[in-house]
């Protein structure tokens, strides 16, 4: 016979392992995101009997452990295959990773058990939206794997990003399991009356939320079919990420783009052509011979390009590396060049090198790259371009500026080689494409191996090439006019009302608690 003690724990781990499974499938590859309404519920119902905080912790980082490591498993081919670290570093470098993203889901978990307790657990999704927002600011920056993630942005519902931003949209999914796990309680209990509210309540949330998104897709499509058209082509190579640094393929590569690029071109005449992050691998001021061929190619064929290469410059007997995107004009003049603001731990700079002498940073430089000085867009004879050059692109705040400086459309340039065969570069896009729905631009996203897309305003993705494959893509892209959006002036204005709201409610419910158990101690204590 198997003690109850024993069954107790085996139907935990089942309830904690179904939730963060339930989560990681509706997640991009496998996409199945109608569960993200309901992910959460066994999470939520093996907290209902919890009144431990401590215990609330830890039932909700071994949810997330679950989660997160079937979500971002391809950290460790990216460490490992591509960054140049033992098989021992990587492991200490992908579960410390993964230990400071779960810690995020264990204090969702305590703070469940502490509304609860107080009985205020309708403000979870007010908190819960806060600690997605944090996650994404201190330490390591790193906002990807958020529940919003799982729903597509071309979606009804997804459209109210543009008031809300892309939190806003976490709070909603926590709000639908939220009132599921509810309607679970309320039929286990036989409130039927109770049962039928949560319910009327769950469908006219989402119902608002999709008639605003119906209604927003039709209005922003009409829209943008008077704006001015410009002729765009995507070009991936598909050049492992192995190979693509050595002195050899310098040559080898070029070429490729350039016969690609003349073949995507064609007969489509082409306004501009996008390669990918890193897509030029020499130094342009030490190669000028070689570098002469991109600009005769833009000359004789007369569209502009945009694309990436490192960049040097020399400070104080110093030489300082950028990663940079430079536009080319269709006369074959450099117009302008940006360089990356925000860079990647271990793929651009070793964090705490002194203690991690093996390391080395992926795309094979000596030292590690410097911070561009400032944000800003590429200047253009169809004005500013927003480019955002590799992870910036999941960063909302950062084409939100972007597009507030002017920018007619967005361009994200990337080399998601580093990924692998994973599911990093489906989630890599989905995070991007969110940026044209908040802010209603076209987005133009090259990459090196894939998954390059076009993707419209409203979050439909018009062209695209897989991952893994060599070709182009051809598409349309429209010059943003007309008002910002609300996100775009406002921007995560909805997580500050969430944590400012959350902090009034939660003050005076701490009061208001303390304050009926210092009367029953009152009442019970002897005069």
């Known amino acids: 016979m198997v003690s109850k003690g024993l069954r107790d724990y085996l139907a935990m781990l089942f309830m904690i392992v179904l939730s963060g499974g339930l989560l990681t499938l509706s997640f991009p590859p496998i996409g199945l995101y109608g569960l993200v309404w309901v992910s959460l519920v066994p999470f939520f119902q093996l907290l209902h009997g919890e009144t431990s905080y401590r215990k609330g912790f830890i039932i909700g980082f071994l949810m997330g452990f679950v989660h997160v490591s079937t979500t971002m498993y391809w950290i460790s081919v990216s460490v490992y295959k591509y960054g140049g670290i033992p098989m021992w570093g990587t492991a200490i470098i992908t579960f410390s990773f993964i230990f400071y993203l779960c810690l995020y889901w264990g204090l969702t978990g305590f703070i469940f058990v502490f509304l609860k307790e107080i009985r205020i657990l309708w403000l979870f999704p007010f908190l819960a939206a806060v600690i997605e927002y944090i996650r994404g600011y201190p330490l390591l920056h790193f906002p990807w794997g958020g529940v919003e993630m799982a729903l597509p942005p071309h979606l009804a519902i997804s459209q109210i990003v543009d008031i809300t931003g892309i939190y806003g949209l976490g709070f909603l999914i926590y709000v639908v399991n939220l009132i599921v796990y509810r309607l679970w309680c309320h039929f286990r209990e036989k409130r039927i009356s109770s049962a039928v509210r949560e319910a009327v309540l769950s469908v006219l949330l989402i119902s608002i939320a999709w008639i605003y998104g119906a209604v927003k897709i039709h209005e922003v499509q009409r829209e943008a079919s008077h704006w001015k058209k410009v002729k765009v082509c995507l070009v991936q190579p598909d050049i492992d ?26 007969e489509f005449r082409t306004n501009m052509v996008v390669w990918p992050e890193a897509a030029v691998t020499f130094y342009i001021n030490e190669e000028p011979g070689l570098f002469r061929r991109v600009l005769q190619m833009v000359r004789r064929d007369h569209f502009m390009l945009i694309f990436g290469a490192t960049s040097y410059e020399k400070k104080n007997d110093k030489t300082i590396y950028h990663n940079s995107a430079y536009l080319i004009s269709k006369e074959g003049e450099i117009e302008d060049r940006y360089d990356k603001v925000r860079l990647v731990p271990f793929g651009e700079y070793v964090p705490f090198r002194r203690w991690l002498p093996f390391a080395k940073n992926i795309v094979g430089t000596e030292e590690d790259f410097t911070p561009g000085k400032r944000l800003k867009p590429l200047k253009s004879e169809f004005g500013p371009i927003g480019t955002t050059i590799c992870f910036e692109g999941i960063f909302p705040e950062i084409s939100r500026k972007l597009v507030r400086m002017g920018s007619v459309f967005l361009v994200n340039m990337t080399n998601d080689a580093w990924f692998g065969r994973t599911s990093g570069p489906y989630q890599h896009l989905r995070l991007s494409a969110y940026r044209a729905v908040e802010n209603r631009v076209y987005l133009v996203r090259s990459t090196g191996t894939g998954i390059s897309a076009i993707v419209d305003p ?14 182009f893509a051809r598409g349309i892209v429209r010059l943003r006019e007309g008002r910002n959006t609300f996100y775009t002036r406002h921007g995560d204005i909805f997580v500050i009302f969430c944590a400012v709201f959350a902090l009034v409610v939660l003050t005076g419910a701490i009061f208001i608690h303390r304050k009926g158990e210092g009367e029953m101690d009152d009442r019970e204590t002897p005069i």
């Open 241 to 266: 990420q192995s190979v693509k640094w050595k002195k050899s393929w310098e040559v080898k590569g070029l070429d490729l783009y350039v016969k690609m690029s003349k073949m995507g071109a064609g």
């Open 458 to 471: 409203v979050g439909k993705i018009l062209a695209r090439i897989p991952l893994g494959v060599r070709g």
